[in-house]
């Protein structure tokens, strides 16, 4: 006998072209970081297929003026910058997020941007230069409460912890020749927003303000942040929602400056 099974119905975008032009022409958020903050909430957010669209319109329609239809697409080496920046953001939440979702994310990307643009692994470095980047890094970001926060990483019960956060922040954090260092604060805050994470997320929001960024672009940022997770379905959570606070959303209001 054959067994006929439901064929799974791809799911609707969250966005329109005119909600992405809303999110990009927010006053506050910084030049050239609203698809940044975008493809990395989605990527938490378990939507992948919905970074292409931010990739398209990002170097599509959507490079028009705002409010201004059918855009002129950028030329390669634009679209290549954009497209290289949105892999930057979607390799370096993978330290907070995990490796499936990025590695879902990316192979979702790879499908819209064209083969001639995509990068091919470089020659590997000498592991100390790495490492002493990363604790700079981890330094400057966490700023003087920094020395505290490795110490209780170092002494959580578990030898590793300090180990791998020194690993993550050498090799896939520190970089700074694509995204700045106030550019991956912005990477982390829109990572952590969906988590629901709020002491990690008080961390990277103070780590944006160490790297450079204002208050008001901080606060841009987390609010575009919050946008998209409302857009996919979440919510403030409350007694309501079950006795143990269960439901998909925010236990407690996200973490502000």
């Known amino acids: 006998m054959t067994i006929l099974r439901e064929t799974e119905q791809p799911r609707a975008p969250i966005f329109s072209p005119t909600h992405l032009d809303s999110l990009r022409s927010r006053s506050d958020v910084p030049n050239d970081t609203w698809y940044l903050v975008v493809a990395t909430a989605l990527c ?11 990739y398209t319109h990002a170097v599509g329609a959507g490079h028009a003026p705002v409010g201004v239809p059918n855009g002129v697409a950028l030329p390669d080496k634009e679209q290549q910058r954009i ?8 390799l370096k939440v993978s330290a907070i997020g995990g490796l499936p ?18 990068d091919e692994p470089e020659a590997e470095t ?40 020194r690993l993550t922040y050498g090799y896939v954090l520190s970089p ?8 991956t604060s912005f990477v982390m805050i829109a990572g952590l927003i969906p988590q629901d994470v709020n002491p990690q997320l008080k961390g990277h929001l103070k780590g ?12 841009a940022v987390r609010q575009v942040a919050i946008d998209v997770c409302e857009a996919a379905g979440m919510k403030v ?20 400056l």
């Open 44 to 54: 938490i957010l378990n939507r992948p297929e919905d970074i292409q669209t931010v």
């Open 126 to 165: 000498t592991t100390a230069p790495i490492l002493a980047r990363g604790r700079a890094f981890f330094d400057k970001c966490y700023g003087k409460v920094a020395q505290r926060v490795m110490s209780s990483l170092d002494h959580c019960g578990t030898e590793d912890l300090g180990l791998a956060v």
């Open 83 to 90: 497209a290289r920046r949105i892999r930057e953001a979607l």
């Open 101 to 118: 979702k990025t590695i879902n994310a990316l192979q979702e990307l790879k499908k819209v941007v064209p083969a001639h643009l995509s």
């Open 176 to 183: 700074t020749t694509i995204l700045s260092e106030a550019e």
């Open 237 to 256: 959570l409350s007694s309501k929602d079950g006795a143990a606070g269960g439901g998909w959303g925010w236990r407690s209001p996200v973490q502000d």
């Open 208 to 219: 944006a303000l160490n790297g450079g960024a204002g208050v008001a672009q901080v606060r």
